[in-house]
T-cell receptor, first 112, second 115 residues
């Protein structure tokens, strides 16, 4: 399958700081990307998505940036809160495909 | 918010036994999926299902695996003869449209332990 991976396996941030989680992908045909949050003992929860015709998309406290030139995706979380502590996965797919390929995951720990 | 529900939450089975993992997708969703996550590893795609047939499957989804939508509301994953390496968290997901158009909602997962 496609190679979707993360640069850092763990990230610790102080409460209130901004967090940046990175993801690299290798399949140039991928044109749809999603960030999922997985809390302990739960299934992945959709956070935000972006199509390849965009390079930035904002949600509530979250921003996803897409750099197709270097096949890089990032998730920015503003004013990180303890409830943001979780494992974050990027996932990618292609238009018309009926599956998602997940990256390895980054564990975000928010220090109060 | 509507949710995908999975039962049981934890299943322990002996190697070689058959298991059926059950899922109730969100009612107006048309696409259904099974994923698995071995402890500490990434989520892996197994199979997608649409219009009462498999639309895509991964290399993991071999002849030991099957899926079924027996009654219009449940979506099941069967493993015919479990192996130790089948031990994992299995997630069911559903989406209204294809993943590229609609986001997929995941269930809480079933932890399968093969002993």
């Amino acid at each position: 399958g496609e190679n979707v991976g993360l640069h850092l396996p763990t990230l610790s941030v102080q409460e209130g700081d901004n967090s940046i989680i990175n993801c690299a992908y290798s399949n140039s045909a991928s044109d749809y990307f999603i960030w999922y949050k997985q809390e302990s003992g739960k299934g992945p929860q959709f956070i935000i998505d972006i199509r390849s015709n965009m390079d930035k998309r904002q949600g509530q406290r979250v921003t996803v940036l897409l750099n197709k030139t270097v096949k890089h995706l990032s998730l920015q979380i503003a004013a990180t809160q303890p409830g943001d502590s979780a494992v974050y996965f990027c996932a990618e797919s292609q238009t018309g495909a009926n599956n998602l390929f997940f990256g390895t995951g980054t564990r975000l720990t928010v220090i109060p | 918010e509507p949710e995908v529900t999975q039962t049981p939450s934890h299943q322990v089975t002996q190697m070689g036994q058959e298991v059926i993992l059950r899922c109730v997708p969100i009612s107006n969703h048309l696409y259904f999926y099974w994923y698995r996550q071995i402890l500490g590893q990434k989520v892996e795609f197994l199979v997608s299902f649409y219009n009462n047939e498999i639309s895509e499957k991964s290399e993991i989804f071999d002849d030991q695996f099957s899926v079924e939508r027996p009654d219009g509301s449940n979506f099941t994953l069967k493993i015919r003869s479990t192996k130790l390496e089948d031990s994992a968290m299995y997630f069911c997901a559903s989406s209204e449209n294809l993943p590229t158009v609609g986001k997929a909602f995941f269930g809480q997962g079933t932890r399968l332990t093969v002993v």
